[in-house]
T-cell receptor, first 113, second 110 residues
Framework: GAGVSQSPSNKVTEKGKDVELRCDPI?????LYWYRQRLGQGLEFLIY????????KSGLPSDRFSAERTGESVSTLTIQRTQQEDSAVYLCASSTHMNTEAFFGQGTRLTVV | RKEVEQDPGPFNVPEGATVAFNCTYS??????FFWYRQDCRKEPKLLMS???SGNEDGRFTAQLNRASQYISLLIRDSKLSDSATYLCVVNNSGYSTLTFGKGTMLLVSP
């Protein structure tokens, strides 16, 4: 497809379980962002990848959160030992490079029960 | 001071009205500016980039004022379909992130 693809679209998990969220960026986009949006709130930056450079992890809220990206392809965001406050929509975006507009996937709605 | 600040609204306007939003940013070295719109329970979508010279796209006009560190969005002849949250986005020099404001909600009524 032409856009950013995220999976799953919805995920319900039990507190304490690990979850893995996936993002397929637009082909050729070197920059990839992960954001979190809690209900009724703004977008919260989590992590940024640019090509093969070291990722900017400054937004990760705790060491339970981690993300990987191989080259300029798929990225996975992993949340270990999920807590109820992790419930949110996790949005992935990609752009051609750092200063250009970013395009978002439809997000993964995570619910921790 | 927050990096990117917006009036949360909501702005309630009738169809056909002209409405304007402002957004202020704190980092004078910011390089790139954008407006996104976000519909309820949907992902943000790019509305327009904001250039130093200002730019217009149909009913939408964006302006950048570097001296006062704000950007604006003007919507003319509002449509019901313009109802959404408008997000101001800034990319800061030396930082890799796109920083989002919390958004301004617009409600256009018949």
């Amino acid at each position: 497809g032409a856009g950013v693809s995220q999976s799953p679209s919805n995920k319900v998990t039990e507190k304490g379980k690990d979850v893995e969220l996936r993002c397929d960026p637009i082909s050729g986009h070197t920059a990839l962002y992960w954001y979190r949006q809690r209900l009724g709130q703004g977008l919260e930056f989590l992590i940024y990848f640019q090509g093969n450079s070291a990722p900017d992890k400054s937004g990760l809220p705790s060491d339970r959160f981690s993300a990987e990206r191989t080259g300029e392809s798929v990225s996975t965001l992993t949340i270990q030992r999920t807590q109820q406050e992790d419930s949110a929509v996790y949005l992935c975006a990609s752009s051609t490079h750092m200063n250009t507009e970013a395009f978002f996937g439809q997000g993964t709605r995570l619910t921790v029960v | 001071r927050k990096e990117v600040e917006q009036d949360p609204g909501p702005f309630n306007v009738p169809e056909g009205a002209t409405v304007a939003f402002n957004c202020t940013y704190s980092n004078s070295a910011s390089q790139s500016f954008f407006w996104y719109r976000q519909d309820c329970r949907k992902e943000p979508k790019l509305l327009m980039s904001v250039y130093s010279s200002g730019n217009e796209d149909g009913r939408f006009t964006a302006q950048l004022n570097r001296a006062s560190q704000y950007i604006s969005l003007l919507i003319r002849d509002s449509k019901l379909s313009d109802s959404a949250t408008y997000l101001c986005v800034v990319n800061n020099s030396g930082y890799s992130t796109l920083t989002f404001g919390k958004g301004t909600m617009l409600l256009v009524s018949p």
